[in-house]
């Protein structure tokens, strides 16, 4: 189970950091996602961390603001994100995937709101 947390309402230009704690499986295991949706849109992928969080790639529209990271000790997942903008609004989701043997784990979403 993944379970997001962090989420809420900013303003423009304001910063909100999103956490994402696994239970029942450890995170060390996972290579780590977070994804947005945005109302009548299609989730996107907005950044990546491998295991053990060497490597991090990011969607063009965050790169720069937005930073991911990992603590596997106490499985939690993070999202940095600075100098919102009303287009970074979304229900954003953690994901977790393991390719052998294969797993996936989503979260159920947390709401962030950017607006004046």
């Known amino acids: 189970q993944l379970v997001e947390s962090g989420g809420g309402l900013v303003h423009p230009g304001g910063s909100l950091r999103l956490s994402c704690r696994s239970s029942?499986?450890?995170?060390?295991?996972?290579?780590m996602n977070w994804y947005r949706q945005a109302p009548g849109k299609e989730r996107e992928l907005v950044a990546s961390i491998n295991i053990p969080g060497t490597f991090t790639n990011y969607a063009q529209s965050v790169k720069g603001r937005f930073t991911i990271s990992r603590e596997d000790s106490k499985n939690m997942l993070y999202l940095q994100m600075n100098s919102l903008k009303p287009e970074d609004t979304a229900v954003y989701y953690c994901?977790?995937?393991?390719?052998?043997?294969?797993?996936?784990?989503w979260g159920q979403g947390t709401q962030v709101t950017v607006n004046s």
């Open positions: 994901n977790a995937v393991r390719v052998v043997p294969k797993s996936d784990y």
């Open positions: 029942g499986f450890p995170l060390s295991d996972y290579a």
